[in-house]
Structure formats: structure tokens, C-alpha cells
């Protein structure tokens, strides 16, 4: 069982900054392609963005793209989601989630292991 925990959420000031991470138990962290879904209140999950298992390359959903940047680091097992000019519609509880086979990046039954969420509050 892989285990992600999430954690850098918080609430900040449109315009402003938040870097998530996301770490993973298991030596075999650098296997998995990793992901960042969304979801607000009322919403459905929605892709954000994702990265391959060798970071080579990665994905991003249209609404967030030039302001997020996914990243890893697999010495540290770990994940991250840089995202800057953050606005309002950004709030929502975020999950990162790990799949061993990366076909459609942001299709959420693509991905095997998810974590618990971590809330991200964008305030105007």
C-alpha cells in the first residue's frame, strides 16, 4: 500500500503563493507518475496537473496552467505543487494521487493511491 500525505495548505490573499507537497511512503515512490486533482465545494474532482514517473515531462489543466508548476523529488519522496497568482476559484480541498502506468493524465481512475486532501483557501 503506497500512502500520500498532503500538506502546505492554508489560506492566503489572491495574488498570492502556496507550495503543496506531497509525500510518499515506500522506496518505490520513484515508479509512480503523481498528480494534483482539485475539488470545490458543490464540484466535481478536477485535474490540475500531473508529472511523469522520471519528471520528464508533465501536464497541467488549462485553468491553471502558467501560474501552477508540479514538480518532484525523488530522493525525498516527494511531490510538490508550486502554484502562484492565485485566485478565488482555486479554493478547494487538494489531493495528489500515484498511479505505476501514466495513460491519460488527468483522468482520475488513471490513478491507484490518493491522499487525504489538504484545504487551499484563496480569499479576495
Known amino acids: 500500500q503506497v500512502q500520500l500525505v498532503e500538506s502546505g495548505g492554508g489560506m492566503v490573499q489572491a495574488g498570492g503563493s502556496l507550495r503543496l507537497s506531497c509525500s510518499a511512503s515506500?522506496?518505490?515512490?520513484?515508479?509512480?507518475?503523481m498528480g494534483w486533482f482539485r475539488q470545490a465545494p458543490a464540484k466535481e474532482r478536477e485535474f490540475v496537473a500531473a508529472i511523469t514517473w522520471s519528471g520528464g515531462r508533465t501536464y497541467y489543466a488549462n485553468s491553471v496552467k502558467g501560474r501552477f508548476t508540479i514538480f518532484r523529488d525523488n530522493a525525498k519522496n516527494t511531490v510538490y505543487l508550486q502554484m502562484n497568482s492565485l485566485k478565488p476559484e482555486d479554493t478547494a480541498v487538494y489531493y495528489c494521487?500515484?498511479?505505476?502506468?501514466?495513460?491519460?493524465?488527468?483522468?482520475?481512475?488513471?490513478?491507484?493511491?490518493w491522499g487525504q486532501g489538504t484545504q487551499v483557501t484563496i480569499s479576495s
Open positions: 494521487a500515484a498511479t505505476r502506468q501514466l495513460v491519460v493524465p488527468g483522468t482520475e481512475s488513471e490513478y491507484d493511491y
Open positions: 515506500g522506496r518505490t515512490f520513484s515508479v509512480y507518475a
